[in-house]
């Protein structure tokens, strides 16, 4: 389907938000933001980020009532045990397939799903294939370094973040507010 402009129309697009740089997820809360002021239902699911953090966009995120899952357990090379991690990023993208597929979301955000995939703990076909069988009208972002070929592929959207220059790389501890 087309409109007037001759443009298509679609009932749902897939965002990735890729690359070295800060801003990925920070994006991906933009589009949240902007979703929920629109009324839609949004689900968000975090790959690493274990419920530890205190987050100011998951402290956001409650208060306005999105449905927000994280499942991770920290940094991996923070992991006391890289099996139970992989387990939780696999039970990460399980959560995640899930909201996709079930119709109750115009919005989902899989924020750092590349890091599973890269690791080896998710095949990047299972992921393509739960993008592309999510419900019709549910929107995807998905955050994360280093995103594989088949997932910019399937992307209608794709940023890649570049580092020019940050903080943390001149000694700058990362800043409640700014970075979590």
């Not at 087309?2 to 990925?24: F, M």
């Not at 997932?151 to 973040?161: G, N, P, Q, R, S």
Request: aromatic share 8%; net charge negative.
């Amino acid at each position: 389907m087309v409109d007037e402009s001759g443009r298509q129309l679609k009932p749902s697009i897939v965002i990735l938000n890729t690359g070295d740089g800060k801003g990925k997820s920070s994006a991906a809360f933009g589009v949240m933001l902007r979703a929920w002021a629109r009324g839609w239902r949004v689900g968000v699911v975090q790959c690493l980020k274990s419920g530890e953090w205190n987050t100011g966009e998951h402290r956001a995120a409650l208060e306005l009532g999105i449905d927000w899952f994280e499942m991770g357990d920290g940094f991996t090379w923070d992991s006391k045990d890289i099996d139970e991690t992989a387990r939780l990023g696999q039970q990460a993208w399980a959560k995640a397939r899930d909201l996709m597929a079930s119709g109750d979301y115009e919005l989902v955000i899989i924020d750092e799903l590349t890091y599973a995939i890269n690791f080896g703990w998710v095949p990047v076909q299972e992921v393509v294939a739960g993008v592309q069988a999510r419900a019709a009208k549910t929107n995807v972002i998905i955050t994360g370094r280093d995103a594989p070929p088949e997932l910019i592929d399937v992307a209608d959207t794709v940023t890649e973040m570049r580092n020019v220059k940050h903080a943390y790389d001149q000694g700058v501890r990362a800043r409640r507010g700014i970075e979590y």
